[in-house]
């Protein structure tokens, strides 16, 4: 059997929609080996689909079409630590899985390039398959074809801190509530900030993250589909967040604090408590620079 760690991914960073995606300290565990038979277990409760429908055995399945070989069946065992429907690449990560195991039992023909490209073409975006696979922070563009992408390691000691609410939100519905055409005005206030974000996250320079999370192409649309999601924002600057934003297509809302910022995700807690925000998770992370990882 061969074993494969896969980071969660937390994608936009607020206004680099569909480009931009960091991996965090999150991660799930994929066993796998060839068989004549599908059979697809897990490690924990999660219920996952135990036939061909499962998303790794697709990714999987592709990857062998790809480079020619009939794929009989997988033996797959799941550990499921980055929970599902939230925000933070779990579909991207089974892809990301798929993939890089099929490849890996085949005596790796396909390169990252050429992973990152079937990654984005399965997931329709690349800004949570690219950095699962690659780590740090990705700037991607999918041309429809082929990712154009950089990865840049991130050495700064910041906290990514996941919260986490107790229901789920589809990709699938959060893009649907997104409108079809924007306006000029609203295009440039996104460019500039997506920018000023990675250039900002890169060098150091954090107060200018609250302007660089700030965006007007997903997230006023999709706050309307996570209750509570204001409060939580507020509250995350109540205590000194750098920035907060709705981490991929939501409903997990991620605050970006100071390492020196001590009892950081302790007082967001305790505070949401307070609030009457019981159904979220405070979980703090670090930033993945690693990326898919064959054990
Ligand atoms: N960029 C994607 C979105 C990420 O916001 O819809 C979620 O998969």
Not at 110 to 130: C, K, M, R, Y
Not at 138 to 143: G, P
Not at 234 to 243: E, F, K, L
Not at 276 to 295: A, P, Q, R, S, Y
Request: glycine content about 8%; proline content about 4%.
């Amino acid at each position: 059997m061969i074993k494969i760690r896969i980071p969660a991914t937390s994608a936009n960073l607020g206004a680099g929609f569909d480009a931009l995606g960091l991996a965090v300290s999150l991660y799930n565990y994929v066993e796998m080996e060839e068989s004549d038979r599908v059979e697809i277990s897990t490690t924990d409760s999660i219920p996952v689909p135990t036939d061909k429908t499962n998303m790794i055995y697709v990714a999987a399945s592709d990857l062998y079409e790809v480079c020619g070989k009939e794929l009989s069946g997988l033996k797959i065992k799941q550990t499921n630590n980055i929970p599902m429907t939230r925000g933070l690449g779990s579909s991207s990560a089974c892809i990301v899985a798929g993939l890089v195991g099929a490849n890996e039992l085949l005596g790796r023909p396909l390169s990252d390039d050429d992973i990152v490209n079937l990654s984005a073409q399965i997931e329709g975006h690349p800004d949570n398959t690219a950095p699962a696979l690659l780590g740090g922070i990705v700037t991607a563009v999918f041309d429809g074809r082929r990712v154009h992408w950089v990865k840049q390691e991130v050495f700064t000691k910041l906290k990514f801190v996941a919260i986490i609410p107790d229901f789920e939100l589809s990709t699938s519905k959060a893009r649907a509530c997104l409108p079809k055409q924007i306006d000029f005005s609203d295009a440039v206030y996104n460019l500039s900030r997506a920018a000023l974000f990675s250039s900002s996250l890169l060098t150091g320079k954090f107060e200018n993250l609250r302007t660089g999370v700030d965006d007007r192409l997903h997230q006023p649309y999709r706050m309307e589909l996570i209750p509570n999601a204001r409060e939580v924002f507020d509250i995350a600057y109540s205590h000194g967040a750098y920035a907060a934003y709705i981490s991929g297509a939501g409903p997990t809302i991620m605050a970006i604090a100071d390492e020196s910022n001590e009892f950081f995700a302790g007082k967001l807690k305790f505070s949401l408590e307070n609030a009457g925000l019981t159904g979220w998770k405070v979980v703090e992370l670090k930033i993945d620079n690693t990326g898919t990882t064959i054990l």
